[in-house]
């Protein structure tokens, strides 16, 4: 490690032509070569800015991107957004000190052995998966015959608060189980498969229009109020699955074309725990985002860009600004032809649509953008691939935001429910949390958005040679990211209502 300039050397002859001898540059050239004193000065800057944003926000923003009620800001939106902004682009500047290479592919290889699990790990998944027919069975079963309140209902609960709300916390939190307790492969590893083979040209766009199709279901009917309602949609995606399975194979169809299990992978790729070689591994948390086997073709894209959106539409649309903006498009639409909620249904649809071409487009851009800037033999859509596997970690963010407050609040109705399935209490038990702990989504918003500028800066060092190259190339992609920033912080700021025209 370099020493530190001796304090009673004589620099009375330092001059513009000698400036490696004056205290200052040599006390900045240190400075740059002490690697570990750079991340440290990054981590002290990152947790400061982060817990001085959070704190002045939250003192007057109780809100979630759920349908519970929001405060208004009690400091002006525009210095809101223009902070968040601020901070991940300061974030990104920062990272830019950490150039060493050794040191950056160090931490990205780190990893603490953990035990083998290849003498369990059977019995556990037919374990796993035999409890995911039975809670299966159970969902589809007490959604027709069970309670119809849905803080009441099994099927609701289970659905929302446990696989769209839990399980995917625990994936990018710790670490994947989708593929031990997945109760279609369970059923489909009983029957005979693969009668035709998978056509490799469509590679993971089947699994793009299923996550679309999933979060419009869920936005245009009833399946998180209406028990009945959600175990028809249950029963179907499950006959779907099955026949697909069946005829494709389980690992063609759970790989490229169920979307639910795509999901489970890509969130994976952020959890620190991963299963290797038989044994457990720990890792540090975001360590994959870098693999350049991750993202392999543009379907693996749309549907990273997909898991933003959805959690970005579905929380614009429980703003009073985004009820105002349907109720303002279903009136223009209105020349006398088909019925208002058909108009909304359309409405709906195509801002879904087009506000997620238009997040795709801003990040293909960013490609191609990063390409011109560097002057690089790779191609546009190869350099996006690559850093296409960080956003996930804004995925996990957005999510986390979005769904806590929901898991939080109704653990309690979901406990009542689980032990007493087929007679749960007829006024079950919420909690409220506290405004304080609502204020936590936008922490999980800029952690999520933190890590992922990181990733990035590591997949920039490594698939570029030149050092200058590799920061430049992550320029477009870092604007990208602020604008996904200040759109999920402008959400967040807003106050809460419900979608017009869909009760």
Request: charged share 10%; proline share 7%; aromatic share 12%.
């Amino acid at each position: 490690m370099p020493s530190l300039p001796d304090p009673d050397t004589n620099y009375e002859g330092c001059s513009e032509g000698h400036t490696q001898s004056c205290p200052e540059s040599r006390l900045w050239n240190w400075f740059l070569s002490n690697t570990k004193l750079r991340l440290l000065v990054l981590f002290v800057t990152w947790v400061t800015i982060l817990i001085l944003f959070t704190e002045t926000v939250a003192a007057g923003n109780g809100m979630t991107l759920s349908k519970q009620s929001r405060d208004t800001l009690a400091i002006p939106r525009w210095l809101y957004l223009a902070t968040g902004g601020a901070t991940i682009g300061a974030s990104a500047l920062l990272t830019s000190f950490v150039t060493d290479r050794a040191f950056i592919r160090y931490l990205h290889n780190w990893s603490l052995p953990g035990p083998t699990v290849n003498d369990w790990w059977t019995p556990l998944v037919w374990v796993g998966r035999g409890l995911g027919i039975l809670v299966l069975g159970l969902a589809v079963y007490l959604g027709v015959t069970g309670p119809q309140l849905p803080t009441a209902s099994f099927t609701i609960l289970v659905t929302f608060v446990v696989v769209r709300a839990g399980l995917p916390m625990l994936t990018y939190l710790g670490g994947n189980l989708w593929p031990v307790l997945n109760p279609w492969r369970g059923i489909v590893s009983l029957l005979p498969t693969g009668y035709r083979t998978y056509p490799e040209e469509l590679g993971r766009w089947p699994a793009v229009g299923g996550l679309l199709l999933l979060v419009w279901v869920e936005v245009i009917f009833p399946v998180s109020t209406v028990p009945t309602v959600l175990s028809i949609a249950i029963l179907g995606y499950s006959a779907v699955t099955i026949a697909g399975a069946v005829l494709f194979g389980p690992d063609a169809w759970f790989e490229n074309v169920d979307p639910i299990s795509v999901l489970f992978r890509f969130f994976g790729a952020v959890a620190p725990v991963k299963r290797r070689d038989g044994k457990l591994t720990v890792k540090l948390p975001g360590s994959d985002l870098t693999d350049s086997d991750l993202i392999t073709d543009t379907s693996d894209v749309a549907f990273v860009i997909g898991l933003i959106w959805e959690l970005t539409y579905s929380g614009f649309i429980t703003t009073g600004t985004g009820a105002a903006t349907i109720e303002t498009f279903v009136s223009l639409s209105n020349i006398g032809v088909g019925a208002v909620q058909t108009r909304a249904i359309l409405i709906y649809t195509l801002l879904f649509v087009s506000g997620y071409v238009v997040f795709f487009g801003a990040y293909w851009y960013a490609g191609v953008l990063s390409r011109r800037r560097t002057g690089t033999y790779i191609t546009a859509k190869r350099i996006a691939f690559r850093f296409a596997p960080s956003l996930l970690a804004i995925a996990a963010g957005y999510h986390l935001a979005h769904y806590t407050g929901l898991a939080v609040s109704l653990s309690p109705a979901l406990w009542m429910a689980i032990v007493s399935p087929l007679s749960p209490p007829a006024n079950p038990l919420t909690l409220s949390p506290p405004g304080w702990f609502e204020g936590l989504s936008i922490a999980y918003v800029l952690v999520g958005h933190l890590l992922t500028i990181w990733a990035a800066h590591a997949t920039a060092y490594e698939l570029f040679s030149s050092r200058l190259v590799a920061i430049r190339s992550q320029y477009p992609f870092v604007v990208v990211m602020i604008g996904y920033t200040v759109i999920s912080l402008w959400i967040l700021s807003l106050p809460g209502a419900t979608p017009p025209y869909l009760s």
